[in-house]
């Protein structure tokens, strides 16, 4: 029982990490400095829900563990990530597309979670969730703008629609150790909600997409190795130092 | 009233310490100095985020990673309040941003040394947030009163940077001796550039005199120079390292530190563009402007087909 709320636990943690990770890529490099300003905001809730969710999870491990050691010194196949939050940032489209397609999932998610049985996966969730409904507002406003900008936008999130779309089925098919919020059961209301948001911003749904998944259970696209490299350099060349 | 008239009643409202606001009659230099300095300001800020912004992928633990993502957005947003405070002189931030790009404006020459451990990260909030905290605090009592607004939230957070670069340093400090080497050389390579943040010598400033009668400034480079070598010469003694200056002692006459000789030929060299990363830097900011523009014109059309639809409705 407990290694599977510590899977799940971890996968929570990973997969928020990983996108504050990379948005974070954008601090200093934004299109415009209150966007810049504002994806970095989102950068740093995420990270601040990772925290929460690897603290939990080492109290859950003990031996020592800590929220550093989960990050920093677990391997590419040990990470359980979705494999949406670890692609490139590409343009800003890309980015924009990431965090709605995400954050509308993960607001479905944390509406449940915050009611589930495990009062700490609950607390967090109940306190996270208010960062993640700006988050889907902002990203949201974002899709329609550039889906509904020029024709340039518009090109560059069809293609990125094209890009992020096969990485989205991941997010409903359930792990084994993902049994306290029945995800299957939240992709009508995402798939409704992401419709009206892509017909106001005039981009389709893909249709019969081929879903790629792996994420959940360790298995990554190329990406992941090279973000764990920055991520964890420190702590692997100066190995049990403190900062 | 003729010009002379109101030059002198605007510098008896300086001289009484009334604050002078966007709509004051104010002389044309005492605007374009503002602007001058505010947008060298605002630019410092936002070039600023990337010798930092360098090192959040790799910050050495979460609570660090969340500390510096938190820090390097307080810059952008000092950046944001500063360009503001220079729009109410009549310029626009696309001007600004265009007269950065294109070279014409300056920013602080400290950015264009490069960050190359994280020990960086520590030194530049102690030293070189530090040393501008000095210059800020003095800023906050500035004449033009939406600067001097802008300062006072700026000096609040900048306390906060200054506090977690020595408490990081601390810990470096206190940590292996690769960690304390890795502090000591940091403090090695910050510590001249954070001395030249004050800019020439007061016999060598062309700005200075002016910017004194008009209180825009109210103390001398040398003399925040001499302020802020005394306070870290007392700071550093609690990390337990030193300073790389052979000539740093405490003078029981001028109850001050004196201290070495500036190289004052890289000073003119990185003021002129041959820092080491003076073209990365400009390059970096370039390449967001550029790569940004597609996302401000389609907020703007999209902005605008709203604005057609409301009336139509």
Same mark, same amino acid.
């Given at each position: 029982?407990?290694?599977?709320?510590?899977?799940?636990?971890?996968?929570?943690?990973?997969?928020?990490?990983?996108?504050?990770?990379?948005?974070?890529?954008?601090?200093?490099?934004?299109?415009?400095?209150?966007?810049?300003?504002?994806?970095?905001?989102?950068?740093?809730?995420?990270?601040?829900?990772?925290?929460?969710?690897?603290?939990?999870?080492?109290?859950?491990?003990?031996?020592?563990?800590?929220e550093d050691s989960l990050a920093y010194l677990r391997k590419e196949r040990e990470f359980?990530?979705?494999?949406?939050?670890?692609?490139?940032?590409?343009?800003?489209?890309?980015?924009?597309?990431?965090?709605?397609?995400?954050?509308?999932?993960?607001?479905?998610?944390?509406?449940?979670?915050?009611?589930?049985?495990?009062?700490?996966?609950?607390?967090?969730?109940?306190?996270?969730?208010?960062?993640?409904?700006?988050?889907?507002?902002?990203?949201?406003?974002?899709?329609?703008?550039?889906?509904?900008?020029? =024709?340039?936008?518009? @090109?560059?999130? *069809?293609?990125?629609? +094209?890009? %992020?779309?096969?990485? #989205?089925?991941?997010?409903? &098919?359930?792990?084994?150790? =993902?049994?306290?919020? @029945?995800?299957? *059961?939240?992709?009508? +209301?995402? %798939?409704?909600?992401? #419709?009206?948001?892509?017909? &106001?911003?005039?981009?389709?749904?893909?249709?019969?997409?081929?879903?790629?998944?792996?994420?959940?259970?360790?298995?990554?696209?190329?990406?992941?190795?090279?973000?764990?490299?920055?991520?964890?350099?420190?702590?692997?060349?100066?190995?049990?130092?403190?900062? | 009233?003729?010009?002379?008239?109101?030059?002198?009643?605007?510098?008896?409202?300086i001289d009484a310490e009334t604050k002078i606001e966007p709509k004051d009659w104010m002389?044309?230099?005492?605007?374009?100095?503002?602007?001058?300095?505010?947008?060298?300001?605002?630019?410092?800020?936002?070039?600023?985020?990337?010798?930092?912004?360098?090192?959040?992928?790799?910050?050495?633990?979460?609570?660090?990673?969340?500390?510096?993502?938190?820090?390097?957005?307080?810059?952008?947003?000092?950046?944001?309040?500063?360009?503001?405070?220079?729009?109410?002189?009549?310029?626009?931030?696309?001007?600004?941003?265009?007269?950065?790009?294109?070279?014409?404006?300056?920013?602080?020459?400290?950015?264009?040394?490069?960050?190359?451990?994280?020990?960086?990260?520590?030194?530049?909030?102690?030293?070189?947030?530090?040393?501008?905290?000095?210059?800020?605090?003095?800023?906050?009592?500035?004449?033009?009163?939406?600067?001097?607004?802008?300062?006072?939230?700026?000096?609040?957070?900048?306390?906060?940077?200054?506090?977690?670069?020595?408490?990081?340093?601390?810990?470096?400090?206190?940590?292996?001796?690769?960690?304390?080497?890795?502090?000591?050389?940091?403090?090695?390579?910050?510590?001249?550039?954070?001395?030249?943040?004050?800019?020439?010598?007061?016999?060598?400033?062309?700005?200075?005199?002016?910017?004194?009668?008009?209180?825009?400034?109210?103390?001398?480079?040398?003399?925040?120079?001499?302020?802020?070598?005394?306070?870290?010469?007392?700071?550093?003694?609690?990390?337990?390292?030193?300073?790389?200056?052979?000539?740093?002692?405490?003078?029981?006459?001028?109850?001050?530190?004196?201290?070495?000789?500036?190289?004052?030929?890289?000073?003119?060299?990185?003021?002129?563009?041959?820092?080491?990363?003076?073209?990365?830097?400009?390059?970096?900011?370039?390449?967001?402007?550029?790569?940004?523009?597609?996302?401000?014109?389609?907020?703007?059309?999209?902005?605008?087909?709203?604005?057609?639809?409301?009336?139509?409705?």
């Amino acid at each position: 029982m407990n290694s599977i709320i510590i899977d799940y636990t971890l996968h929570l943690a990973d997969t928020t990490l990983i996108l504050a990770q990379r948005n974070a890529e954008w601090c200093g490099h934004g299109p415009v400095l209150e966007q810049d300003i504002a994806i970095t905001n989102i950068s740093l809730d995420l990270l601040g829900q990772s925290r929460n969710f690897y603290q939990y999870a080492a109290v859950l491990i003990g031996d020592n563990a800590t929220e550093d050691s989960l990050a920093y010194l677990r391997k590419e196949r040990e990470f359980k990530n979705l494999l949406l939050v670890e692609q490139a940032n590409g343009d800003w489209a890309q980015t924009i597309l990431r965090q709605y397609l995400f954050s509308q999932f993960q607001y479905l998610l944390f509406e449940q979670l915050q009611n589930c049985k495990n009062d700490q996966l609950a607390a967090i969730a109940a306190k996270s969730i208010k960062e993640t409904a700006y988050h889907v507002r902002w990203s949201s406003e974002w899709v329609i703008r550039l889906g509904d900008g020029t =024709e340039e936008s518009h @090109d560059r999130i *069809t293609n990125a629609v +094209d890009q %992020l779309w096969r990485y #989205t089925g991941e997010m409903f &098919e359930p792990a084994n150790y =993902e049994t306290i919020v @029945d995800v299957t *059961t939240l992709k009508n +209301d995402w %798939l409704q909600k992401v #419709t009206t948001i892509f017909n &106001e911003a005039t981009l389709s749904i893909p249709a019969n997409a081929f879903m790629q998944t792996g994420g959940k259970d360790g298995k990554h696209t190329e990406q992941l190795g090279f973000i764990l490299t920055e991520l964890q350099y420190m702590q692997r060349t100066y190995p049990a130092a403190e900062w | 009233m003729n010009i002379q008239d109101f030059e002198k009643i605007f510098q008896e409202k300086i001289d009484a310490e009334t604050k002078i606001e966007p709509k004051d009659w104010m002389p044309d230099a005492y605007r374009k100095t503002n602007i001058r300095q505010i947008s060298q300001h605002a630019h410092s800020e936002i070039v600023g985020m990337l010798p930092e912004g360098n090192w959040i992928s790799r910050a050495p633990s979460l609570k660090r990673k969340a500390i510096l993502i938190a820090k390097v957005q307080d810059e952008a947003g000092h950046g944001l309040y500063l360009y503001s405070a220079a729009e109410t002189l009549g310029t626009s931030r696309d001007e600004m941003i265009n007269d950065l790009h294109s070279g014409k404006a300056k920013y602080s020459s400290i950015f264009n040394y490069p960050s190359l451990t994280w020990a960086d990260m520590g030194a530049i909030g102690w030293l070189v947030d530090g040393a501008a905290i000095l210059n800020q605090v003095m800023l906050c009592r500035t004449s033009y009163g939406p600067y001097a607004r802008a300062m006072v939230r700026i000096c609040k957070e900048e306390s906060f940077h200054q506090r977690q670069g020595f408490e990081s340093l601390l810990v470096l400090s206190k940590g292996t001796d690769e960690q304390k080497a890795m502090c000591q050389d940091a403090i090695n390579r910050w510590w001249w550039p954070s001395l030249m943040m004050f800019g020439p010598r007061d016999s060598e400033s062309t700005n200075s005199d002016q910017s004194m009668k008009w209180k825009i400034k109210r103390k001398t480079n040398d003399e925040l120079r001499q302020n802020f070598v005394d306070m870290i010469a007392e700071q550093i003694k609690v990390l337990g390292m030193t300073l790389p200056d052979p000539d740093l002692k405490w003078n029981v006459l001028t109850k001050q530190y004196d201290f070495g000789e500036i190289d004052w030929n890289e000073f003119w060299n990185v003021v002129k563009g041959n820092g080491p990363c003076n073209k990365q830097r400009l390059a970096a900011r370039r390449k967001a402007h550029e790569e940004g523009q597609w996302v401000r014109e389609a907020a703007m059309a999209f902005a605008e087909k709203r604005k057609l639809k409301t009336k139509a409705a």
